[in-house]
């Protein structure tokens, strides 16, 4: 990405109250934090949508995408892995929905949900953990 | 390739129906809730228009004979390929020999839907006759040879085989995005018909504060309405004429019957209102033993209306999209 780009898109970005910008393309992620420093950009490990360690060896499903987190379907009155539940790798722990859609937050490994981080019907931002795991 | 496990013989295949047919006296039929069957096919990458088998009557068994992407919407029906459960209004893979079991729907809240879509990649293939694939029961064309599904049947996806649409992501279902209710009893706008000023002030006052009970006499054809008797001033006397899925006609007896998706294309009883189209999906999922209210619309109300159901489903289908290009690019 030519680097006069980054620079107009961080005046752009310092201008709103947006506090996380993230671009991606073929072969590039860039990922601007709007802190109110202004330029010049700060360098820092990428971390993104992929399980995080927790303290205690537990794992964090995270939202792949802003949205909305539900534990249960809308049409549904039970969650969709309970606290308690054993899970396997790829199991729906809830649901992220982005306007009509309905995405599922699929467990990064098998496990046992242990808790929330975020209750239902939060608005989330990308990455953001949003169901605790303790590994079997 | 879908065979049909299920003996109960009310499900049919059904699109969103022969649009423009009335002129040859040939109903309009098509999917009871439009919205739902439109919403499964957007799932799905298809045409909204895609044709979908519609089941009505509960439990509701078919087993794959290839694999197939798939897509269930309408009635929340606990549905389960082979052991595994699946979520509602939501696009799935099917594996060839797998079973798909639809059971009871289950209320949501105030929302309780009688109909479920199993819609497939590509539509289910059966030719159009008179530009639809809708089942046409009164005169046996159109859909699969023109009747309702039996055990047995075998239909064909136009588009088997899986890995092409993405599965695994689903839609909220426009009755919560859009609700609509009254004193918590599900209701529909419509708008006052040609005879609508034949009948009593307390008659008129009635049809708009009462509760109306869909009755067991209530099908694709129609829904014939139990509630307060209307009464006309005086004797309506009117020669048949043309009338379209969301008429309201109202019989000698007084009880109101709706016209629905297979209603014959002329009749002669006085007509007190008309549900609107952007509402007919509503009425289409009410439960026979259910009670529905009426709202009084004007014509841009009905418009606005459909304005607004056009572009739910014109937002979902760019979300939809939008999701299926990111993971597509994400996998390459």
Redesign the interface.
Known sequence: MNPDRIETISAWLAATDIGLLELRGPGTRLRLRNDGGGLPLRGEPIADASPAAAPGGSVTANAASVGVFLHR????ETA?APIGTRVVAGQ?LGLL????????LCAPRAGTVTGLRVAHGTAVGYGTPLVELAPL | MIEILSASALATVQDLGRVGALQWGVGTSGAMDPLALAAGNLLLGNDANAAAIEVPVFPFQVRFGADLAIALTGADCAARLDDVPLLPWWVVEARVGQVLSLGVPRAAGHWRASRAYLCVAGGVDVPAVLGSRSTQLRGAFGGHEGRALRQGDVLCAAAPGIGRCGSGFGLLPPALAMPLQLDGVPAMRVLPAAEYGHYTEASRAAFWAGEWKITAQSDRYGYRLAGAALEAANPVEMRSHGIVPGVIQVPPGGQPIVQMRDAQPSGGYPKLGTVIEADLWRLGQAPIGSRVRFIEATWDDALDAREQMHAWLADARRLVELHRRQRARSAS
């Open positions: 379907h809308p049409l549904r969709l729906p929905q982005v306007g009509a859609l309905l995405l599922p």
